[in-house]
C-alpha cells in the first residue's frame, strides 16, 4: 500500500504519473509463487519493465533506510524414515528393533561437521565469498552479533567458525531442521518403538547454488546413511529458488539510494537479506529485469510470529519515500 498511497498522492498533484508502471499484487509469495511463475512466462512482453520495485524488506534501523541487494535461495524437503511395520512395544522388542527416530536423529545429527559447515558432498558448490569491498561496507555498518543474538535470548553464532553474524545470514548458505517429530508425544509415558520418525528442513541458498542439485545431493546424503531394515520417502515439494544478487552499481539502485537519502537526511544503507523472496530471481530470469527492494519493517515487527506488526511511522514514512523515488527514476 505504501507504492499505492505514494502514486495517489503523485496523480492528485500532477495528473499522472512520471512513467508508465505496471502495478502486481500476489498473495502466494511465502509459498514461491507458483501460480504467478507460469503468468509471467506466458505474458513476458507485456510484463517486461526496465526493473522491479519490491517493498517487502526492512529498513537497517528506524532511522536509517535500506536498500536490499541480494537475498538467499530456499529448498524445501521432508522425510519420513519407516522401520518396523507398526509400533512395537519397547520391552518386548527395544534391542533387537531397529529405531527410526535414532536413524533419523543420527542423520540429523551429521548434517554439520565440527566447523559447522554442511556435511552434504557438493553442497557448497556455486557458493563465492563477497568481494574485499562488499565485506568492508558490512563492517562498517557496526553490526553487533552478540546483540543481535541476545535479542533472542541466545549469545554465540552457531554456524561456521570464524564468520561474523552478517556473513552467516547473508552469504553462507543454510541446512536447517524446521521440525521433527515421531513416536508417542502426549502426556506421561508410553513405552513404544515407533514405526515411523519424520523430519521437515530446509536449506537457504546462496550465489550460483542449485536448488534441485541441492536437493538431490541430500536426499543422496539421507540414503547413504538407512539401515537394511528401514527406507525412506521424501515428501517435500522440491524445486525451490534460487538466490538473488543484485549488483550496487545498477542504475535504479543509485537512483533510490539518493531519493532515500533526501527523505532520511542519511546515506542508504546496502544490506543483505537472510530470506527468500523468490519471485525476484522469476523477474530476472523470466522478464530480464532487476529488483530493487525497499522496504521499511524494522527488526521488532515480529515478522512470521504472533502478533506481527507494521509500524504507522514505516507507512507514512515509507509513502513519502515512495514518492521521492518516484521523482528520481522518472528523470
Not at 527492494?293 to 506481527?308: K, M, Q, R, T, W
Request: with cysteine; aromatic share 8%; net charge positive.
Amino acid at each position: 500500500m505504501t507504492f499505492v498511497e505514494a502514486a495517489r498522492a503523485w496523480i492528485s498533484r500532477t495528473g499522472s504519473l512520471p512513467f508508465r508502471a505496471t502495478f502486481l499484487i500476489e498473495g502466494e509469495e511465502e509459498s514461491g509463487s507458483p501460480s504467478l511463475v507460469p503468468f509471467l512466462k506466458e505474458y513476458r512482453d507485456q510484463l517486461s519493465c526496465q526493473a522491479a520495485f519490491v517493498c517487502d524488506t526492512n529498513m537497517w534501523d528506524a532511522r536509517t533506510p535500506a536498500i536490499t541487494t541480494r537475498l538467499r535461495g530456499l529448498v524445501h524437503e521432508e522425510l519420513t524414515i519407516t522401520g518396523p511395520s507398526i509400533d512395537l512395544h519397547s520391552g518386548m522388542y527395544g534391542g533387537a528393533a531397529m529405531n527410526p527416530i535414532r536413524v533419523l536423529t543420527n542423520i540429523l545429527a551429521g548434517l554439520h561437521d565440527t566447523r559447522g559447515r554442511v556435511a552434504i558432498p557438493g553442497f557448497y558448490e556455486g557458493v563465492a565469498e563477497p568481494s574485499r569491498a562488499i565485506k568492508a561496507q558490512w563492517k562498517a555498518l557496526k553490526f553487533s552479533g552478540r546483540k543481535f543474538l541476545g535479542a533472542v535470548g541466545l549469545k554465540t553464532p552457531a554456524g561456521e567458525k570464524g564468520r561474523s553474524a552478517l556473513e552467516l545470514i547473508w552469504a553462507r548458505p543454510t541446512a536447517e531442521v524446521n521440525g521433527v517429530w515421531g513416536g508417542y508425544t502426549g502426556a506421561g509415558t508410553k513405552t513404544v518403538i515407533p514405526s515411523k520418525a519424520h523430519a521437515k528442513l530446509t536449506f537457504r541458498l546462496v550465489g550460483k547454488q542449485n536448488p534441485e542439485k541441492i536437493l538431490k545431493a541430500f536426499q543422496a546424503f539421507v540414503k547413504k546413511r538407512i539401515p537394511k531394515d528401514c527406507k525412506v520417502e521424501f515428501s517435500g515439494r522440491g524445486g525451490g529458488s534460487p538466490a538473488t544478487e543484485i549488483p550496487e552499481s545498477n542504475l535504479w539502485i543509485a537512483r533510490s539510494a539518493r531519493a532515500l537519502k533526501d527523505e532520511w537526511g542519511r546515506d542508504a544503507a546496502l544490506i543483505g537479506s537472510g530470506g527468500s523472496i523468490p519471485i525476484c530471481r522469476y523477474f530476472k530470469d523470466i522478464l530480464g529485469m532487476d529488483s530493487v527492494l525497499v522496504g521499511f519493517g524494522l527488526d521488532n515487527d515480529a515478522i512470521h510470529s504472533p502478533n506481527e506488526k507494521y509500524d504507522l511511522a514505516s507507512f507514512r514514512r515509507g509513502i513519502r519515500s515512495w514518492v521521492r523515488i518516484m521523482g528520481e527514476v522518472g528523470i
